[in-house]
Structure formats: C-alpha cells, structure tokens
C-alpha cells in the first residue's frame, strides 16, 4: 500500500468516525428530549395552563361584575337604544338607496334630532 492509499484510508476512518459519533449523538439527545425533558415540559404547560384558565375566568367574573354594578338606568338604555336604532336605520336606508339608485337630491333619513 502506498503512502497515498494509507492518507486516503485514514481520512475514511475519520471521517466515518465522525459521522458516527455525530449520528450516536443525535440519538442521545433525541432520547434525552423525548424521555425524560418532554414530560417535565408537558407538565409544567398543564399547570402554567390550569393557572391562567383560572386567572382569566377570574378577570372575567370581576369585568361582568362591575360591568353590571355599573349599569346605568333603564331610562338612558332606552335613549341610547333607540339613537343606535335611529342611526343604524338611517345608514342601511342610505346604503340600500346608493345600491338600488333610488332618491336623488331628497332628504337624508335618520340622523336627525328627537
């Protein structure tokens, strides 16, 4: 064999070496990951999880609270009930008029004062 044949034969082993070092190790680590390090994780998100459900449904409970405590009278409900009705009434009038071409130069619905 010559010295040529023996370089080109130790670069083959080492870099096969290599490659199977590489491969052991990525193994390793796999079964590391999905072992021991995946179940910890899983856990730690199943607690995280529980913790947040119950400071949202918490936040939520207050929010309905005071929303409700702060509810105004039945007599401005109405009053906004009916302007939001007034108002909406008025902007489908308007775009249902644009769509089908209908009155030209008339006075526009809703909007108006009480």
């Given at each position: 064999m010559s010295t040529a044949q023996l370089v080109l034969f130790m670069?083959?082993?080492?870099?096969?070496?290599?490659?199977?070092?590489?491969?052991?190790?990525?193994?390793?680590?796999?079964?590391?990951?999905?072992?021991?390090?995946?179940?910890?994780?899983e856990k730690l998100l199943d607690e995280t999880a529980d913790e947040l459900t119950s400071r949202i449904e918490q936040g939520v409970r207050k929010g309905v609270r005071d929303a409700v405590t702060e509810l105004p009278s039945a007599e401005v409900?109405?009053?906004?009930?009916?302007?939001?009705?007034?108002t909406g009434a008025g902007l489908v009038g308007g775009g249902l008029d644009i769509l089908l071409g209908g009155r030209r130069g008339g006075k526009p619905q809703g909007g108006g004062g009480d």
């Open positions: 670069l083959g082993t080492a870099l096969l070496a290599g490659l199977a070092a590489a491969a052991f190790s990525l193994l390793a680590v796999r079964w590391l990951i999905e072992r021991q390090i995946r179940p910890e994780f409900l109405g009053s906004t009930a009916r302007t939001a009705a007034r």
